[in-house]
């Protein structure tokens, strides 16, 4: 994939559901970790997604209203061209005042020893880091597992500092496409594929990831 462009599986306009009040989400394709249990290994794994240069993602969540800010997963974002990842995050902090939000399964220290990704904690208001545990997967808010740190980059969110990592309840939200896939929004229970697939077994009906 040439430096210039980013890979984006899906974009949603809005959501409640992956961090602090009514954001955009965008999911990035593609992802080398592999944890065991991901929700996104199909997607990971799929040949479909759509290039966008920076600008043009910029103007795609420049043109929603009414959000409070955008949360970027995945996949795997900082996977993306660093490059073309902190040029479209460069454009969104001159051009609007959105909060930006990242899900990665890099440690902070990890991103902060490499020159190409230190850049972008600066850029950022909220980063969840840490790989997904699939052991640890104790219904914490925002986090796929116990392991997992919500880190506060900015003073925008610091009254949430204190109380906010300790909660407990992941909101899923669901959406159906006009094609007819069903698309959720949102850090699933571990066994949320599971009982919904026997779920739909009992009603005779089938799902395809």
């Known amino acids: 994939m040439p430096d210039n462009l980013l890979s984006i599986d899906r974009i949603q306009n809005g959501t409640r559901a992956l961090g602090p009040g009514l954001r955009a989400v965008v999911w990035f394709h593609g992802c080398s970790r592999n944890c065991?249990?991901?929700?996104?290994?199909?997607?990971?794994?799929?040949?479909e997604s759509e290039l966008y240069t920076p600008s043009q993602l910029?103007?795609?969540i420049c043109s929603l209203r009414d959000i409070e800010g955008i949360t970027l997963s995945g996949g795997e974002p900082l996977e993306q061209p660093a490059a073309a990842l902190t040029e479209f995050l460069e454009i969104l902090r001159a051009r609007t005042s959105l909060s930006i939000m990242l899900f990665?399964?890099?440690?902070?220290?990890?991103?902060?020893q490499k020159p190409e990704t230190r850049g972008i904690l600066n850029l950022l208001d909220i980063l969840v880091d840490g790989p997904y545990v699939q052991e640890l997967d104790h219904g914490e808010l925002w986090r796929g597992s116990s392991n997992q740190t919500i880190h506060f980059l900015s003073?925008?969110?610091a009254s949430f500092a204190e109380t906010l990592p300790r909660r407990k309840g992941r909101p899923m939200e669901f959406v159906i496409s006009q094609s007819g896939s069903l698309y959720f929004t949102g850090i699933p229970p571990h066994d949320f594929r599971t009982n919904l697939e026997a779920e739909l077994k009992r009603k005779q009906l089938g799902i395809q990831w």
């Not at 990665?104 to 902060?112: F, I, M, P």
Request: with cysteine.
């Open 36 to 47: 065991p249990g991901c929700i996104a290994a199909e997607m990971n794994q799929s040949q």
């Open 104 to 112: 990665t399964g890099y440690l902070r220290a990890e991103v902060e």
């Open 58 to 60: 910029a103007d795609r």
């Open 155 to 157: 003073e925008r969110f």
